[in-house]
Nanobody, 123 residues
């Protein structure tokens, strides 16, 4: 079992930056692809970013491409999401997830999920 705990979400003004962290415990995440998803009120869960187990491959949702960067530190069992040039439409609960290498952008393929952290971007 892998337990995931997100942190770093807060209220920020449009144009600002935040760095989210996802700390894993229970098992090493070094063999897992890691993803970030988000869900705004009344909307479906949306793919944000994904990183391969070795950090050599990254993938981003169209709405965050060029503004967000996913990274990982397997030695610290932690994944990060650097979010720059934040917009009000980025407001959502952000979730970290761990899954097999083929997980990609599909949330159903991820096995483990954190409880989420709230990001609110004011205009």
């Amino acid at each position: 079992q892998v337990q995931l705990v997100e942190s770093g979400g807060e209220l920020v003004q449009a144009g600002g930056s935040l760095r989210l962290s996802c700390a894993a415990s229970g098992r090493s995440i070094s063999n897992y692809a890691m993803g970030w998803f988000r869900q705004a009120p009344g909307k479906e869960r949306e793919f944000v970013a994904r990183i391969s187990w070795d950090a050599l491959q990254t993938l981003y949702g169209n709405s965050v491409k060029g503004r967000f960067t996913i990274s990982r530190d397997n030695g610290k069992n932690t994944v990060f999401l650097q979010m720059n040039s934040l917009k009000p439409e980025d407001t959502a609960v952000y979730y970290c997830a761990a899954g097999p290498s083929y997980s990609g952008t599909i949330s159903a393929l991820y096995n483990y999920w954190g409880q989420g952290t709230q990001v609110t971007v004011s205009s």
